[in-house]
C-alpha cells in the first residue's frame, strides 16, 4: 500500500477506541491494502476516492464505535487528570456540539460546503504546486544541481545554449562548479524494435548519470573514453525505454539498439527517478570534440553540480570574472557574452512559477473568503443564542468553557469541510490536470501526506479565523442585557459583520480584477495576428536515418517525391516542407553579414534564424509575401541561391535600402554549406517563436539547397479530410525506416500556446466566480438578518410616517455601503499588488482601467441583488403587526 | 440459544445477513469476507472496511462468529502483516438458519403471488 495511504488509515483507526483497535486495527490496515489495490487497478482517481471514503467511514464508525462503549458501560479510557480530564469534557462538549450543529442542517451544511469549496480547491492547487515548484528534485543533494547558460545583456536574442569550448573553460576555471556537462536532445529513428519510431535521445559531453551521483540500475554510465569521434557506439537507457521496450530483463548489457540505423551497444540503465532532459529516453555520448564546432557554436546546454562550499553566488561571481577573460582572450566569439548559473529546479520549472503562484494566492483568497462567510454565520448563531448564553453565564457556566465550546464548533465545522473538500479535491484532481498546461513534473501530482498536513495546516488556520469572531462576542456578552432582552443582538455583532462583509469584498473584488485581466489577455491573445492561417492545416515531421540519406541530394529527393504524394491524397488541398516552422521546436539562430558591407564589429552584429523551406510550404501556411516573388520548384539545387527575408529582417539589416536583389549569407550551417543568397522576396511577419512574443527576423532559404534532413511536413486539407493513415501507407512504401513524428494541427498547436493562459483564467475565474457568490450570500446574510431583526423599529417608522421607499433605502444601504468600502479597499489592494500577476498577462496592463471599471459594475450589482430582496421585504413590512410582535 | 443483549436479533440486517451466510462452513479473513459478501450479494451489499470490522466486533461479542486459526491451505502471515480469520460459532450458525426460514418462507410468499416464477433464481 503506498506509504501515504497507510499513514491516512493509521490516523483514521485512532477515532476507535483503544481496545477494538489494537484487536482488529492490523487486519484492517491488511484489508484496506487489498481493497486499495482493487481499486487502484481502475485508476488514480478511484484510488483516492477510496481512500478518502474509506478513511471518512472509519471515523464516523469509530465515533460510533466510542459511544457505543460508553453507552454498554465499557471504560474507554480511564480518566484521572490534565489530558484525560480535558479529553473527557471535551467529547461531552464535542457531542453536545454535535447535536446542536445536527439540529440546524441547513446552516451546518451551508458552513461545510463553503469551507470544502475553499479548503477543497485549496488543497488540489497546492498538490500541484507542491509536486512541480517545491518537491526537490528526485537526486543526491539536489540543491547542488545547477544548470549554465550563456547571456548576451543588450541583445534580445533568447539563445541559452552553451558552445563546448567555453562549457569545457567553466569546468576548468572554476572552484565553486565541480562538474559541467553539456548536453543537447535530438531526434532518431528507433529499428529493429517493432515498427520505426522516432524517440527523444540526449547526446552528452559527459556522463550525466555520473554528474547527478545517481547510480544506474544495471550496468554503468557512458564512461570518458567512449566520448569523442572516435568512441564507440554506446548507449545508457532509461528506465522506461528499458521496461517497455526491452522488456526490463537484466541480461540487457551488450544488447544492441538500432538508432538512425546504427547499432549501439547497452552499457547501463538508468535508475527509475533519473528523467533528465526531461523527454530524454537514451544517453549516447557526444561525438563532438570541443574544438569542432568552435566557441561561436551554442549546440549544448550546461548542467553541472556545485562543488561542496560553492553556492550558486560565488559560482556567479566565478563566471563573471571568467566571462570577462574569455572575452579579452577571444573577442571573435566571445564579445558580450556572459554566463548565467541557477539552480537546475529554477530552470526545469521557472517558466510555470509565477502561475502556479498566482493560483496558490488566489486560492488562498478565497478560502478567507470562506472563512468570512462562515464566520459571519456563526455570529448569527452567536447572537440568537445571547439569551442562553446570559443564562448559562448567570446560572455558573465559565466564559472560558463557552469560548471553548465555540471555538469547538468552528473546529468541528473545518475538519467537515476539510474531510469534504478532500474529497472534492481528490476528485477534481483529474479535471485539474487534464484543464493544465504542459507542466514539467507534473505527473508526481498527488493528494498525498504532505497536501494532508498542508491541508491539516489549513483547517487549524481557518478554525481560529472563524471561531475567533463568535468567541470574542461570547467573552464580551453583556449578562444583564441578555437576559432581559434574550435574542435580540448587540450593536457589536453588527459592527464585526460588517467589517467581515468589508474583508470579504475587499478579497472577491481582488479576485475578480484577477479574472478580468487573465480574460482581457486571453481575448487578446486570440486576437493575435500569427501571421499564417492555422486553419485546416496539420504537420508532422519525418526524420531520415542520417546513413543512408547521406547527401542533400538523396534527401531533397525523398521529401520532394513525399510532398508530391500527399498532394495527391484526397482531399488535401497543398502541401509543403520546412524545417525549422512556427511554434515548434527546431531553430537555428546565427548572425547576418550582408554582401558589400564591412563585416560588423563584435557585438554590433544582427541576427536571424533560418528556416529551409521547400515548394508550396507559404501556400499551405497561407503566409503572405508582401514584395517580390515567393520561392518557386526552380529555386532548387544547381540554381542561383535565392531567399526570402521576412518584414522584421529588412527593418534591422535594410531599414532605409532596397532589400530586393541584395545578397547576405549567415554564419550558421545546418550541415550543406552556407552560400551567399540573393533576397528574391518579402514575406509577412510570423510569430514563429511563441504567439506573447514579437516576430523576430528571419530568413527563408530553399530546402533544394540548403536543409537538414528531418523536415515537417504541412498539410493544408478540406475539413473532415482524414489524411494520417493514407501518409503512413505513402511512407511504408517509399521507405519502411522512416518514422514520423509530432503529428498535430496547426490549430492544436495554437491552442497549446494559448493553454496556460486558459488554465489560469479557467481557475481564477472559477475562483473569482465562487468568491463573488459568497460575497453576494454574506451581504444577504447580513442585509436579511440586519432588517429581521429590526422589523419593529421599521413598523415603528412607518407608523410614525415614514415611507415605505425611504425604509427600503435604508436597508439597501445597509448592504451596500459596506459592499462598496470592501470594492474601494479591493481596488487600491489591485492597484498597489499588480506586479503580481504581471508575469502571466499579455497585452493588458495591471492596472487596465477598463478591468477596475467592470470589477466595480459587477461587484456593486452582485450587491444590489443580495440587498434588494430583504430591502423590498422590509418595505412591505405590516406596521401594526410589526409592533404587536414581541 | 444464548444471545449477548448487544447482539443481533432477526430479522438480520442485510449486512450482518450476508457476512454470516458466507461464513457458513468456511473460515476467512476480512477481506475474503468483504469479497465473499459482495460477490455473494451480486454487488448489493458492499460493506465499507471500517463497518465490516464493526459488524464482526458486535458478532464476536455476541458468540455468533470466532476467530479461528488459518486454515490449512491459507499462510496466517501476509505481506508482513498477520491476517486473523474468522468462523460461524453454533449459535451463529442457529442464527443464519432462523433467519434464512424466515427469507424462504418470505420467498414462498412471493411465488404464491406470483411475484416470482416458480423456481427462478431472481
Known sequence: MAAWADLVFRAAL????????????????????????ERRREGTAAGLAFVAGASANLVATGLCERLDERRSGIPSRRRKSGMGTWLGVSLKEARFTLRSLGKRPSFTLTAVATLALGVGANAAIFSVVRAVLLDPLPYEEPGKLV??????????????????????????????????????????????????????????????????????????????????????????????????????????????????????????????????????????????????????????AGVGRLADGGSVDSAQAELDRLAENLEAAYPDSNTNKRFTVRSLRDQIVGEARPGLVLLLGAVG???????????????????TRTGEIAIRIAIGASRTRLVAQALLESLLLAFAGGALGL?????????????????PRIENVAIDVEVLLFTLATLLLVTVLVGTAPAFVLLRAPVRSGLANAGSPGPGRHRFRNLLLVFETALASLLLVGAGLLLKSFSALYAVEPGFDARNVSRFTALLPEVRYNSLEKVRRF?????????????????????????????????????????????????????????????????????????????????????LVNETFVRENFPSEEPLGREVSMTIDLGYGSPAWRIVGVVADVRSRGLELEPSPEIFVPHGLYGPESMTVTVRSRPGAVILPEVRDILRDMDPAVAIHRIETMTEVVEREI?????????????????????????YGVVAYAAASRTR????????????????????????KPAALGLTLGLAAAYLGGQAIEAVLFGVHPRDPSVFFGTSVLLLAVALVATLLPARRAGRIDPVRAIRFE | MHLNESGPGLPLSAVDFHVLLVLAGRTLHGYAILKSVEAESEGAVSPEVGS?????????????????SAPASAPRVHRGRSRRYYRLTREGRALLKAEARRLASAVAIARNRAILPEGAKS
Open chain 1, 559 to 643: 521529401y520532394r517525391e513525399l510532398e508530391e504524394r500527399v498532394r495527391m491524397i484526397p482531399g488535401v488541398e497543398s502541401a509543403g516542407s520546412a524545417w525549422g516552422p512556427p511554434l515548434g521546436r527546431a531553430r537555428a539562430t546565427g548572425k547576418v553579414l550582408v554582401t558589400g558591407r564591412p563585416e560588423p564589429e563584435p557585438g554590433e552584429e544582427h541576427e536571424a534564424s533560418i528556416q529551409s523551406i521547400g515548394p508550396g510550404y507559404l501556400e499551405t501556411m497561407r503566409i503572405a509575401v508582401v514584395r517580390g516573388r515567393g520561392l518557386v520548384a526552380s529555386d532548387d539545387f544547381g540554381s542561383e541561391p535565392a531567399a
Open chain 1, 755 to 779: 493553454a496556460p493562459t486558459r488554465f489560469h483564467l479557467a481557475l481564477v475565474g472559477a475562483f473569482a466566480g465562487l468568491a463573488a457568490l459568497l460575497a453576494a450570500v454574506g451581504i
Open chain 1, 14 to 37: 485512532f477515532f476507535y477506541p483503544k481496545r477494538f483497535r489494537e484487536r482488529f486495527g492490523e487486519s484492517m490496515l491488511e484489508t484496506l491494502a487489498e481493497r486499495l489495490g
Open chain 1, 147 to 300: 544548470s549554465v547558460v550563456s547571456r548576451w545583456p543588450d541583445s534580445q536574442s533568447r539563445l541559452t545554449s552553451m558552445s563546448h569550448p567555453d562549457l569545457v573553460d567553466i569546468e576548468a576555471g572554476t572552484a565553486s562548479i565541480d562538474v559541467l556537462a553539456g548536453y543537447n536532445t535530438t531526434n532518431m529513428t528507433l529499428t529493429e524494435l517493432g515498427e520505426p519510431e522516432v524517440i527523444e535521445i540526449a547526446r552528452v559531453t559527459k556522463g550525466l548519470l555520473e554528474t547527478f551521483r545517481a547510480a544506474p540500475l544495471i550496468g554503468r554510465d557512458l564512461a570518458s573514453f567512449e566520448l569523442g569521434p572516435e568512441g564507440p557506439h554506446v548507449v545508457v537507457v532509461g528506465y522506461g525505454f528499458w521496461r517497455s521496450r526491452l522488456g526490463g530483463g537484466n541480461d540487457v548489457l551488450g544488447k544492441t539498439v538500432t538508432l538512425d540505423g546504427v547499432a549501439h551497444e547497452i552499457v547501463g540503465v538508468a535508475p527509475r527517478e533519473f528523467r533528465f532532459p526531461e523527454r530524454a529516453e537514451l544517453w549516447i555520448p557526444s561525438r563532438m570534440k570541443p574544438e569542432d564546432c568552435g566557441r561561436g557554436c551554442h549546440s549544448l
Open chain 1, 423 to 439: 474529497a472534492v479535491a481528490a476528485g477534481s484532481l483529474d479535471l485539474l490536470l487534464r484543464l493544465a498546461p504542459a507542466l
Open chain 1, 365 to 383: 483568497l478565497l478560502v478567507l473568503i470562506a472563512c468570512a462567510n462562515v464566520s459571519s454565520l456563526l455570529l448569527v448563531r452567536a447572537s
Open chain 1, 793 to 816: 423599529e421599521i413598523g415603528l417608522r412607518l407608523a410614525l410616517g415614514a415611507e415605505r421607499a425611504s425604509v427600503s433605502r435604508l436597508v439597501l444601504a445597509q448592504g451596500l
Open chain 2, 52 to 68: 465490516l470490522y464493526r459488524v464482526l466486533a458486535r458478532m464476536m461479542a455476541a458468540g455468533l462468529v470466532e476467530e479461528s
